[in-house]
């Protein structure tokens, strides 16, 4: 199967739609979309559960948009979460949500991951639900900011971490390839599935890398 292509906001247009976001929470407290649905959430929790991942890890939740995801994290029981985003209108509305929510102990950055600062290291566990699909449709350099998007991954992410990743734009042999270096594919996770023109396909692929 092709790339499930998926349009994606330009890069100059993020900052935009989560001030929109940010000023619906602050109108009927909606913290808005969430990436690939509920399902997508309970998908990366219930891998971590089964993999029985201590509850103390670090997880850094790169492009964290809302922080919907750390929060349902904190409530699963994860004690040492940060999530980055490069929007600092995305960032002001996961510390809305967060405060709604009550969980002060997750930690939130304004960052660019293509240019991460020297503290972004050291993790556990990454992951990524449409950030790596929205750097990639970046018309400016998409290939050379996908090379850096594996580097700033192996500087931030701890040997043997696990990385989990949820694209809409990549098959799990394009994902493969794009992270040959310096990972290994552990799993693929059960995504919803569809049928077109006889043929059955993904619309979502997600992975676990483990850190060489």
């Known amino acids: 199967f092709p790339s499930n292509v998926l349009s ?17 929470f602050q109108d009927i407290g909606d913290a808005g979309e969430i990436w690939f ?7 990366i929790i219930r891998w971590l559960e ?22 349902e994290l904190a409530k699963s029981g994860y004690t040492d979460l940060t999530g ?7 960032i002001q509305l996961s510390e809305k ?11 939130l950055k304004v960052e660019d991951f293509l240019a ?9 566990i990454c992951i ?9 449709l970046n018309p400016d350099n998409a290939v050379g900011k996908r090379k850096q998007y594996v580097r700033s991954l192996c500087s931030a ?29 552990l799993e693929e996770l059960p995504t919803p599935k569809f049928c077109f023109g006889g043929r059955i396909g993904n619309s979502v692929t997600a992975l676990v890398f483990q850190r060489t």
């Open 97 to 107: 949500v967060r405060e709604k929510e009550g969980m002060s102990n997750i930690k």
């Open 84 to 90: 980055i985003d490069y929007s600092p209108s995305a």
């Open 50 to 71: 089964k993999q029985k991942v201590p509850l103390d890890s670090s997880v850094l939740d790169i492009g964290t948009g809302n922080g919907v995801l750390l929060i």
């Open 8 to 24: 994606f906001p330009s890069v100059s247009s993020w900052d935009a739609a989560y001030e929109r976001e940010l000023q619906t």
């Open 128 to 136: 990524d639900k449409g950030t790596f699909d929205a750097i990639s």
């Open 157 to 185: 992410l701890k040997p043997e971490g696990f990385f989990l990743i949820t694209s809409c734009n990549w098959t799990k042999e394009e994902l493969l390839k794009e992270f040959s270096e310096g990972f290994e594919i």
């Open 116 to 124: 991460p600062s020297a503290e972004l290291s050291g993790f556990e």
């Open 37 to 43: 649905g509920e399902e997508s959430m309970v998908r």
